[in-house]
DNA sequence: TAAACTAGTTTATAAAATAAACCAAACAAT
DNA sequence: ATTGTTTGGTTTATTTTATAAACTAGTTTA
């Protein structure tokens, strides 16, 4: 069929994810494992992959000797969410 | 995760199939396929799913000798739409 | 120093999406 | 009347995804 809608951001905990490093601008492991319920696994996967097709950028560093990773949107993933959110927009039948 | 958008309609094909429905009330098989530009296999496929979970009404007759396949929403299926359409809003920011 | 906890990653499995292959009946040409 | 083609689909096989379970590496506590 005709694909509109970004595979990569048609997934709730993905979207959730980009929805939430939006507002906040970044945010740590522990935050969006908490703010998602998902599994530490899914979001360390779902992480991985926004970071892989440039949607966000991961920081990884050491907080009291624990090790910290930090999420922040990048322009692209900015991008991508704004067309997404036009395109089911449209879908639905929404006024955004 | 706390999954808040339903399976079954968090699918590009099936949401515009369910989109044109309830906007149409009901339409046939060749209508479907050429408005979503699905393949035959996948709309015949998800057609089936949203048939089996009572979203849609499928009534299968004969129009000029060949086979006549004609959709319609149930008020199940426009309930969960309806849902859908709450929760990814809230998931996205957006107003309805 | 052993057990338990933190903060993740990797991988194995199940579930889903999709296209390719198939099917039965109708029509068309030979 | 047989062969080929088209219609209107369905079924099945394959690939892709999603996810939870298992694992890792190091830290803290008892």
Redesign the interface.
Known sequence: ?????DPLL?N??R??IL?LLI?LEHADFGYLLEK????KG?LSVQLTKLKEVGYIEITKTFKNNYPYTECKVCPKGIEAFEKY?NE??K??????
């Open positions: 069929m005709a694909k509109k809608l048609h709730e905990l979207l959730s929805s507002s998602t319920e998902a599994s899914n959110v089911i927009s879908l639905l039948n929404l006024k955004k």
